[in-house]
């Protein structure tokens, strides 16, 4: 344990994770503005694609239909990018959002640090993170005690399943970060990633919880079969969003910046959670938005 770590912290297997799984990068980026242009480019491009067409996703069950409701469970969900010029002013960002439950992506040293200075401990006594200095690592914090925390496989990149105990009622959160297509030989992996975050619901006995950067659409068709195939929800389409975009922000594309127009971001349940409210967050030094939910959890 380092630290920063407390009775209830888990530094669940430092840079292993990244550093033991082949390719553990999202891709080399090519010297050069032009290169970095193409870059882009071609990835958007890609990612564009696999967009359309944005066919209609399952809202899931009525409330009625889900029977009894029980505790409810704020969540936030936020890619930081492991490049962020101030994680201090990100970790007030976080902590303004007063989520129940935090899930981190691109958790860095940087980032375990400027929570280590603030009031994140406090509000947050349970911990498990997996520092990584590229682009996997994660943390969940939660008001809640921890019961269960594993690294595990997802599809070739590090994923960390972490188990919550919330008034009694057993959940399980995945921080999820799908390969970004940067390079055309990313694609195998990014479909890879996004159905071994789906396949964790596979003998799943509890309420589970899959957040964060899925770098997929809602029209994306590894994404939707995914979720079909082991009857999840994504939380935009029970609150009636059709296209709810996090990605990108304050970040150029061939020298031109956009307001958000990709919803790569998700947070994805069992059909036993429902889903009674999606916001957008802004937190300072990433190109993503983050996402605060409000859940109701079954009996």
């Known amino acids: 344990m380092s630290g920063r770590e407390g009775p209830d912290r888990l530094q669940a297997g430092g840079d292993t994770g990244s550093a033991e799984t082949p390719g553990a990068t999202e891709g080399v980026r090519p010297a050069g503005p032009q290169g970095r242009v193409a870059l882009e480019v071609r990835k958007r491009f890609i990612m564009g694609l696999a967009a359309l067409p944005l066919l209609p996703r399952d809202p899931g ?17 936020a890619n930081v990018e492991c490049t962020m010029a101030d994680a201090d002013a990100q970790v007030a960002a976080l902590l303004d959002a007063d989520a129940d439950l935090v899930c981190i992506i691109e958790h860095t040293t940087a980032t375990a ?13 349970h911990v498990s993170e997996d520092v990584d200095e590229g682009w996997f690592g994660s943390l969940v914090a939660a008001r809640h005690p921890i019961v269960d ?7 070739g990149r590090p994923g960390h399943v972490v188990d919550i105990d919330v008034d009694g009622i057993d959940i399980r959160v995945v921080p999820v970060h799908a390969q970004a297509p940067i390079e055309v030989g990313d694609v195998s992996l990014w479909h890879t990633t996004i159905a071994a975050a789906a396949a964790i619901a596979e003998g799943c006995d509890r309420p589970l919880i899959l ?8 029209g994306h068709g590894h994404y939707r079969r995914a979720l079909a195939h082991h009857d999840l929800v994504d939380a935009q389409a029970r609150v009636g969003r059709r296209w709810f975009p996090t990605w990108p922000v304050d970040h150029p594309i061939a020298g031109i910046r956009f307001p958000p127009f990709l919803p790569l971001d998700h947070i994805v349940t069992s059909r036993d959670v429902l889903t009674e409210a999606l916001e957008r967050i802004r937190v300072p030094g990433t190109d993503h938005m983050a996402l605060r939910a ?3 959890l079954p009996a």
């Open 211 to 218: 957040a964060g950067d899925w770098n997929a659409t809602g």
């Open 149 to 155: 925390r594993r690294l595990l496989d997802l599809g």
């Open 113 to 125: 640090d400027a929570l280590a200075r603030s009031a994140f401990g406090e509000l947050y006594p």
């Open 61 to 77: 069950p009525p409330p009625s239909a889900l029977g009894a409701p029980g505790a409810t469970l704020t969540l936030l969900a």
């Open 294 to 296: 409000t859940l109701r």
